[in-house]
């Protein structure tokens, strides 16, 4: 999902949040998966509802737009065989207080990190070291739950 597809993909997202209605904290594309921080508002049953329909539109399109995929009409790989585009359903996590958004924060910007060419042990101290430096010079406003 990088090069010209990173754009159709930084599009999508955009708009389909937008569209959702789903306020879009972080979002990071590391080339092989996504990271997407949203903040969903509602009751719990609305904002999970509100989720469901996001994801699997923004899922769906994103296969269809980068891996060319149609109903009936699955995706292939090079050599023609038929291939899943996403291999997993998508993650979620539900982040609580202050101490959740420091540590999605913090995971965030590693992975950000290691996609970049980082290696895995040099991102984390590099994630944590720009992470405190950062919080020190610019304190930042978490949601409250």
């Known amino acids: 999902m990088l090069g010209a597809n990173k754009i159709k993909v930084n599009a999508l997202v955009t708009d389909i949040s937008r569209r959702y209605r789903v306020k879009l904290q972080k979002n990071v594309n590391v080339g092989n998966h996504l990271h997407l921080v949203v903040k969903l508002s509602g009751s719990p ?4 509802r509100q989720f469901r329909s996001w994801i699997r539109l923004l899922t769906a399109r994103i296969a269809f737009e980068v891996g060319g995929s149609r109903k009936g009409k699955p995706f292939r ?3 023609g065989r038929r291939v899943k585009f996403w291999d997993a359903i998508p993650f979620s996590r539900i982040v609580h207080g202050r101490r959740g958004w420091v540590a999605i924060d913090r995971y965030v ?3 950000e990190l290691e996609a ?3 290696r895995k042990g040099q991102a984390i101290q590099l994630a944590r070291e720009i992470y405190d430096s950062d919080r020190l010079l610019t304190p930042k406003v978490y949601a409250s739950d």
């Open 77 to 79: 790989d090079e050599n």
């Open 45 to 48: 049953m609305t904002a999970r």
């Open 109 to 111: 910007l590693k992975n």
């Open 116 to 118: 970049r060419g980082h």
